[in-house]
């Protein structure tokens, strides 16, 4: 790869006097001052790295954000433009990305968020990934195989390029199973470490203070993410069970939606700790028997076991929709289109793929909970019918 290459696009030039900040004021929170530590090395000549994120829905555009947040202020170390994967679409008769990157603001997912103005939104995968050495991946997990067709096909991948995904989700291939992390590392050949957290996307937008955790396959990912996206109001924990943050966002989901089925059955609290434990309980021990190396701490000490677990049992996507589902009876295509502004469930998608892979080894009837929640999602069992049995 060339020097040219790697130069300074006139975008980037622009940054270098910018005040770039964003209109949200980051919550002061009180934390021991420590010197910067130095980053390992580029694979690119300029000794920079370069971050793109692909996808640009709200989790997407919030975790974009803090990110170019941070290169900005480590522009020593980092190239200061981030660019952001948008798929086109049209708000008020313009174009998407002409939209962020004329306003900074998401229009369509995260409308009231300035967003900063070294986060560029550009429309084709291969010109977001250009010379980009850490690659964030967050698209719903459906279009996951697409972007990395594309990706494969393009042979844009920087070498010496490492990744990370913040999606939700599973791969099961008959009685196997995989996690998106080992997807992602399988078809593009990069490094890949996993993130997950207590972290509803507005709430990391606005910069109110929470943890996330990021699974690492070693010391050099820990340091380079952390960089990324450790900052005051969004705190990093780097571990290394990749394996076990990548299943415990992924499994939550499905405990997500029993929770919101006792919302619709308007049952009080007892019942949803209840469930709330034993999701938990199947998470771990799902798991420890069927991935290797997985730790139970990541369950229970990391911002990406109990404590999003949580979270996502009193707010988001899942835990809405199951309720609206428990109360109207719909099918959950009609209440995600209804609800969900173009964003998609993950819960159901892992519900069906989770008890595909435990009928195949004949294990379902040891994880009554995910059992009960594939029942009703899919085939017409009494959201009432969830607590027989656990």
Known sequence: MSQASVASSPVEKMFDNMDIASTVTTPAVTRPSSPVPSLPPSPLPSGKH?????????????????????????????????????REKQVNGKKLTEVINRTHRNERYLPDITLPKNLT??????????DATLIVFVTPHQFLHTVLRELQRSNAITPGAR?????????????????????????????????????IALEVAKG??????????????SALWSAVFDAPSFRVSCVDDVAGVSLSGALKNI????????????????TKAAVIRIGLQEMREFCMEF????????????????????????????????????????????????????????????????????????????????????????????????????
């Not at 399988?186 to 996993?194: E, L, M, R, Y």
């Open 121 to 130: 939104a550009v429309p084709h995968l291969k010109d977001v990934v250009k």
């Open 291 to 390: 991935f290797e190396g997985a730790k139970p701490e990541t369950f229970s000490n990391e911002s990406a076991g109990v404590a999003d677990l949580i979270t996502t049992c009193y707010g988001g996507r899942n835990r809405k929709c199951a309720e609206e589902f428990a109360k109207s009876g719909e099918p959950f295509e009609v209440i995600e289109k209804r609800l969900l502004n173009g964003q998609k469930l993950q819960g159901t998608a892992t519900a069906e793929e989770v008890n595909r892979f435990l009928v195949a080894r004949r294990r379902q009837k040891s994880y009554p909970l995910f059992e009960k929640v594939y029942k009703i999602s899919f085939e017409n069992m009494s959201p009432k019918e969830l607590f027989a049995g656990l």
């Open 208 to 221: 109110q203070f929470c943890e996330t955790t990021i699974g690492t396959p070693g010391p050099v990912d």
């Open 50 to 86: 370069r971050v793109a994120v692909i996808g640009s829905g709200s989790w997407g555009t919030a975790l974009a954000k803090i990110a170019a947040e941070n290169v900005f202020k480590r522009r020593g170390d980092f190239h200061t433009e981030v660019r952001m994967w948008v």
């Open 255 to 270: 405990v997500a939606l029993a929770a919101g089925f006792v919302d619709g059955l308007n049952l009080g609290g007892n």
């Open 163 to 199: 990744a990370v995904t913040a999606i939700k989700g599973v791969e099961v291939d008959g009685t196997d199973i995989s996690t998106f992390a080992s997807l992602i590392e399988n078809k593009v050949g990069t490094p890949c470490s996993a993130l997950s957290g207590a972290n």
